[in-house]
């Protein structure tokens, strides 16, 4: 692909921000269905009568206002332009609309900008855009939800896995050992902490965003990715905690860390991997 740089960067912005905006209907949309299905399935599995449920999907309904459910003029959709023109409020009822939907945007149009800038508008760009975003999707909706999907999670490690089959077919084994080391940490420290403290720190959905993350980067970026997520997450933490003292007793995902710490490996990994070892074994 030869596209001239003043056609490549506006593009690739432009396809950032509109997947930003399908991610937040993904955020929203997906744990309203997991909880509809597992609601369906309880009941039958207690043999209640089945309820009848208007069809709701990623596509069903078409955008409403959370408030009022006017359907969202496709001029007020608009990525970013659409929130800023509206100043944050829908047109029909003037309720607030969350920011989260343009900081979404925003930060798939960053991504797509680093992934062109890193990787240059190639398969191998677009693998890593892909696992970019599935990670932007899995923070939101763990900071909601306190959710990680297995839908989303396990596609993310067989991409991963696919990704070094395709581009690294070398590094395919410490793709493999990261994927299952990956989910062998975070499964021991969570029985350990259990054990020792009777609580449970984090869920099974972290321990397979690790080992997707070991998939896409193999087990050598384990130690690193471990390192980031808990000091960020120490960081914010406490800055949180701070700022906000009602939030002290809330419960912390990890989720949001792990996939930070996962953005800076898939697209700052190799210098940072070389600084890391400097630091250790010098
Ligand atoms: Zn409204």
Excluded at 15 to 31: D, Q, T
Excluded at 108 to 125: D, E, H, N
Excluded at 217 to 223: D, E, H, I, V
Excluded at 246 to 253: D, T
């Amino acid at each position: 692909m030869d596209l001239p740089p003043s056609l490549l960067w506006p593009l690739a912005a432009f396809v950032g921000l509109c997947l930003g905006s399908f991610l937040n209907v993904v955020i929203v949309r997906l744990p309203v269905m997991l909880m509809l299905g597992w609601r369906a399935e309880a009941r039958e599995a207690l043999e209640l009568p089945s309820e009848t449920q208007p069809e709701f999907n990623l596509a069903t309904p078409r955008s409403m206002c959370p408030s009022c459910e006017t359907p969202i003029a496709w001029h007020d959709n608009l990525p970013v332009v659409g929130w800023l023109k509206r100043r944050g409020r829908c047109a029909n009822c003037d309720a607030a609309i969350s920011p989260q939907y343009p900081l979404v945007e925003l930060a798939g149009g960053a991504l797509a900008l680093a992934v062109v800038a890193l990787f240059g508008p190639s398969w191998q760009g677009l693998f890593v855009l892909g696992a970019c975003l599935a990670l932007l999707a899995m923070a939101v909706i763990d900071l909601r939800t306190q959710l990680l999907p297995d839908l989303l999670t396990l596609p993310l490690l067989w991409a991963g896995l696919a990704y070094q089959l395709l581009f690294q077919p070398l590094l395919l084994s410490s793709a493999v050992i990261g994927a299952m080391a990956g989910y062998l940490v975070l499964w021991s420290f969570y029985w350990a902490f259990k054990l020792i403290t009777g609580k449970e720190g984090m869920g099974y959905g972290d321990f397979k965003l690790l080992a997707a993350l070991g998939a896409w980067m193999g087990w050598q970026y384990l130690p690193l990715l471990l390192i980031l997520s808990a000091g960020i997450g120490a960081i914010i933490g406490i800055l949180v905690q701070l700022a906000v003292p009602r939030l002290r007793a809330a419960p912390m995902p990890f989720g949001p860390y792990l996939a930070l710490a996962g953005w800076v490996a898939l697209l700052a990994g190799e210098p940072l991997m070389a600084a890391y070892g400097r630091f250790f074994l010098l």
